[in-house]
């Protein structure tokens, strides 16, 4: 069974900090995806990555795929309140038809 | 381009009864999914639907069930309604084929209420 552990589970920080967010597995995916939810929304997809080793910059955001595609982090950078959320990770495995592994989320909160 | 619409946003419901929710697909989307999160918590994946046809499914019992029409909406029904139930219910849909494949685009969710 694949699984995708999300770590912290809860965060929160002042204005202005960085932080990361981690999701671990011990099995491969063919992409991972993060996504961001606020209250009573359904989940927004932020990026996704498809090549082990790769970065994306989401302006404050940056992500990074493990070289090995089994895991995934998500750094902000001078966390604003707005970033304030639920951000959840999903992967898609090898062999799937599309169905996607989550992770349990991290719920974010910013203070001013 | 028209966003996943789910209906209804909110309803409350009692044990014992039954539900249908519904979803409308992003244009050009072929494919629905099913999620039922808990407050606080991940997606849980009920089912998926792709030409009308179940195409995966979750640890969740028959009385969980699902339909897709030819435009690729869709219907969630759940029978039997236990007060474990109550959740927020997602619809994502995406396109089967896609370059990347797993990108789910979501509704805003129909909030369910068992009483």
């Known amino acids: 069974t694949q699984l995708l552990e999300q770590s912290p589970q809860f965060l929160s920080i002042q204005e202005g900090e960085n932080l990361t967010v981690y999701c671990n597995s011990s099995s491969v995916f063919s992409s991972l995806q993060w ?3 606020e209250p009573g929304e359904g989940p927004v997809l932020l990026v996704t ?12 955001l940056t992500f990074q795929f ?14 604003q309140p707005g970033d304030t959320g639920l951000y959840l990770c999903a992967g ?11 992770g349990a989320g991290t719920k974010l909160i910013i203070k001013p | 381009e028209t966003g996943v ?21 992003q244009s050009g989307h072929n494919t629905v999914s099913w999620y039922q999160q808990a407050l606080g918590q991940g997606p849980q994946f009920i089912f998926q639907y792709y030409r009308e046809e179940e195409n995966g499914r979750g640890n ?17 029904n759940v029978n039997a309604l236990e007060l474990d139930d109550s959740a927020l219910y997602l619809c994502a849909s995406s ?19 068992v009483l």
């Open chain 1, 92 to 102: 898609a495995g090898e062999d799937s038809n599309y169905q996607l592994i989550w």
């Open chain 2, 5 to 25: 619409t789910q209906s209804p946003t909110h309803l409350i419901k009692t044990r014992g009864q039954q539900v249908t929710l519904r979803c409308s697909s």
């Open chain 2, 60 to 76: 969740f019992p028959p009385r969980f069930s699902g339909l897709q029409f030819p435009n690729y909406s869709s219907e969630l």
């Open chain 1, 35 to 37: 996504y961001r939810q």
């Open chain 2, 95 to 113: 396109s089967q084929g896609a370059a990347v494949p797993g990108e789910l685009f979501f509704g805003e969710g129909s909030r369910l209420t």
């Open chain 1, 49 to 60: 990555v498809v090549t082990g080793g790769e970065v994306k910059k989401l302006k404050r």
């Open chain 1, 66 to 79: 493990g070289d090995a595609r089994k895991d995934s982090s998500l750094h902000i950078t001078a966390a």
